[in-house]
């Protein structure tokens, strides 16, 4: 990505950090640790993370068809991963800045405004999918789900018998 670009996406970080936040608060919550007010504290850290991926980004770098399909988050089997719904929001919020960073630059190639969005979901994902993996690596529920266990079926085993 162009270095002017990610020094324009750079400078909409305060509304980047709103707009995630207020995605994140629109999201239902489905586990405790997916409040948003529990994720919020998240932001900083991960916008970093993204802009030093796009900072050793090499120029050039394009996600090729023999590349797993990077818009995808991975998937979690118990669905409680409370990344899964944090990073949808943040890709949300990222894409919608980098938009804006493109419209303040008009004399941007639009081949390049592509190579930009790329880079960005490429980049993006690379964070995500490392940190939901991450998560789900110490879920408590992993071991049940691969053995076809649910949570309600593990729930209903512990309960005593009448």
């Known amino acids: 990505m162009q270095e002017n670009l990610v020094r324009a996406l750079r ?5 980047i950090r709103e707009h995630w ?49 990077f818009n995808e988050l991975p998937l979690c089997p118990c669905g409680r991963n409370p990344l899964l719904t944090y990073f949808a929001a943040g890709e949300q919020a990222m894409r919608e800045a ?3 960073a493109q419209v303040a630059l ?18 993006f994902q ?5 940190e939901i993996e991450a998560f789900c690596g110490v879920c408590q529920y ?3 789900e691969s053995h076809g266990i649910t949570h309600a079926t593990a729930a209903h085993a512990h309960e005593p018998s009448v």
């Open 98 to 100: 980098l938009v804006l």
């Open 21 to 69: 936040e207020a995605l994140l608060h629109a999201e239902p919550v489905k586990t405790p640790l997916a409040y948003p007010d529990s994720l919020v504290h998240l932001l900083a850290w991960t916008l970093e993370e993204i802009f030093h991926g796009l900072a050793i980004l090499p120029e050039g770098k394009r996600v090729g068809p023999d590349t797993h399909r």
């Open 11 to 15: 400078s909409q970080l305060p509304h």
């Open 106 to 123: 008009p004399s941007l190639d639009p081949n390049e405004r592509d190579a930009a969005l790329e880079d960005l979901d490429w980049v």
């Open 126 to 130: 690379q964070v995500a999918r490392r």
């Open 142 to 144: 992993r071991e049940l």
